[in-house]
């Protein structure tokens, strides 16, 4: 262990918290498919509201997907523009 | 692999200012150039438009026109809907698609660069804090003590993350997919047959159009929420 250089740890640790920081995707990843589920439920009472069920879904969905997005990004900051480096 | 924005040369102004010109100001320039080039075509050619459409790109022009403008008075409102601010979410819903597409043609999208989204999002924080105090007067300061005077501090971080919620949407999702594409493109040759197509059609047509219709429809929606009934 003592080999390892702070280079090395720095990018490591960076690596292994953009893949914890992606696990934000989890919660969205549920909450969407219950959204869709109950939007399925909705077209199947109520076919003739198809349009309507849909678009207010594909917007609760985009906003239920920021949670996710800022995982996505805090880990692309980390895999590509990492600021930890610079602070060696 | 690098996904950073490549900065093609820089052009000195005075001291440490300087411009950049990187592929996001490429691609940017190049979709300005197409949809000025379109609306010209457009404003020449409205001479000859008929009453009743006459020709296909007469009915095109006023599908569009139509369809969006209806879509941003059904959700504005009616009363709120001035030329100005219909024109506005027009011309950022066709500019925020046309960007989204460019990646079908190698170019880097240029909403995949925090930059041009943050412009986006700020455009949209002013114009909801001219419409609050336009419309609201002087209840638009009381609204920051609602319900108690306990929550300012709420109400404050809540304003200020609208913009910022607005770019990073736009900005992870067309960037996510970018990275897909990048990676996609390094791999060997047999795996880039046919695949890229598919991914290009997920990622780029129908991600990028879901995401320009969210980002109006949530600005339009953020400012009509401020307003009075």
Known sequence: ?????????????????????????????????????????????????RGTIMSTLIIGDAISETAAIYGLVVAMILMFANPLVGKL | MD????????????GNWKILISQTTVSTLFVMAVLITLAII???????????PETTFQNVIELLVDTIQNFIKGTLGEKYTSVALGGWYFGVIVIIWT????????????????????AFGLSTFFILHYMWLKHKK??????YFEPIVVFFPMNVVSEISVPISLSFRLF?????????????????????IGIPAALHAYFDVFSGSIQAFIFTVLSISFIRNKLPD
């Not at chain 1, 090395?8 to 292994?16: I, K, N």
């Not at chain 2, 457009?42 to 009743?52: A, D």
């Not at chain 2, 989204?100 to 041009?116: C, E, P, V």
């Open chain 1, 1 to 49: 262990m003592a080999s390892i250089s702070n280079e090395a740890f720095v990018l490591g640790m960076s690596a292994v918290g953009a893949g914890i920081a992606v696990c934000a995707g989890l919660g969205t990843g549920i909450g969407e498919g219950y959204a869709a589920g109950k939007a399925a439920e909705a077209v199947g009472r109520q076919p003739e509201a």
């Open chain 2, 3 to 14: 996904f950073n924005n490549k900065v093609y040369f820089t052009i000195p102004i005075q």
């Open chain 2, 42 to 52: 457009v404003r020449m050619k409205l001479k000859s438009f008929k009453e009743t």
């Open chain 2, 99 to 118: 960007m989204n597409m460019s990646g079908l043609l190698g170019f880097r999208n240029a909403t995949a660069d925090i930059i041009t989204t943050a």
């Open chain 2, 138 to 143: 002087f209840r638009y300061f009381k609204e």
């Open chain 2, 172 to 192: 992870g999702n067309i960037l996510g997919g970018l990275i897909l594409m990048g990676l996609i493109y390094s791999f060997p040759f047999y795996l880039k």
